[in-house]
């Protein structure tokens, strides 16, 4: 059975997309625990991010630098965290997370709601910044 991760590439299920290429997704987390909070996955469904072999993190890593620049260009922030939890879809992701404090990467502290407007608008934001 196809993950949401899977399900959102194809385009069943809508997001926010900020950048894809033929191996690898970037959208916009609907529950941000930041302003801009990104998920960065690749399209081939593998549960555990160590579980892919070593090009295709490194290039899964790649992809997620330029998705970062561009994230730090269009929110103000000192570092575009990385954190990877996993265990709440079971598709490989990397979460791209600006911060100023570690309490930006809190996962238990409430989630930000953003409106469609806000999630459209920063969206274009980030994908302008990407070289």
């Known amino acids: 059975m196809a993950s949401i991760f899977t399900k959102i590439i194809r385009g069943e299920i809508p997001s ?11 959208f916009l987390d609907i529950n941000p625990v930041s302003k801009g909070h990104t998920l960065v996955i690749p399209k081939q469904e593998t549960d555990y991010l160590f ?11 790649q992809f997620a630098q ?12 000192k570092r575009i965290g990385v954190v990877v939890m996993g265990l709440e ?3 490989a992701h990397i979460h ?3 911060m100023n404090s570690e309490a930006d990467i809190d996962f ?23 070289q």
């Open 16 to 26: 926010y997309k900020i950048a894809e290429d033929e191996r690898f997704f970037a």
């Open 51 to 61: 579980d892919l072999d070593a090009a295709l993190l490194g290039d899964l890593m």
């Open 89 to 91: 879809v079971p598709h």
């Open 66 to 77: 330029k998705i970062a620049s561009a994230l730090k260009q269009a929110i103000a922030c």
């Open 108 to 130: 238990r502290k409430p989630k930000l709601e953003l409106t469609p407007d806000e999630f459209t608008t920063l969206a274009g934001k980030i994908k302008s910044g990407i």
């Open 96 to 98: 791209l997370i600006p």
